[in-house]
Nanobody, 123 residues
Framework: QVQLVESGGGLVQPGGSLRLSCAAS????????IGWFRQAPGKEREGVIC????????YYLASVRGRFTISRDNAKNTVYLQMNSLNSEDTAVYYC????????????????WGQGTQVTISL
């Protein structure tokens, strides 16, 4: 059974940091690119960042460049999203998704989705 399980969300003050994890199972993780998406209340889901199967980073959202970094540990079938200098506009449900290529993820050619983890930035 294919699973993508996000964790690490929570409530953080502005300027704080969080690290999200996306743990994968049920498919050949090494062959897949993993992207992070987010959906804020009342808004459409948007792509944030992606790491390719060969460890190349693609930023989908310019506003997170310099604040968010993505990494992967193929031995643990896990992708991490390190988020720093968080602000209220980062409040959203964060989802990870899998597909062979980051370009495909960006176009919505997604094979697997996680269930999401809530990130709230507030005083």
């Amino acid at each position: 059974q294919v699973q993508l399980v996000e964790s690490g969300g929570g409530l953080v003050q502005p300027g704080g940091s969080l690290r999200l994890s996306c743990a994968a199972s049920g498919f050949t993780f090494d062959y897949y690119s993993i992207g992070w998406f987010r959906q804020a209340p009342g808004k459409e889901r948007e792509g944030v960042i992606c790491i390719s199967y060969n460890d190349f980073t693609t930023y989908y959202l310019a506003s997170v460049r310099g604040r968010f970094t993505i990494s992967r540990d193929n031995a643990k079938n896990t992708v991490y999203l390190q988020m720093n200098s968080l602000n209220s506009e980062d409040t959203a449900v964060y989802y990870c998704a899998a597909a062979p290529f980051c370009q495909g993820l960006r176009k919505g050619e997604i094979e697997y989705w996680g269930q999401g983890t809530q990130v709230t930035i507030s005083l």
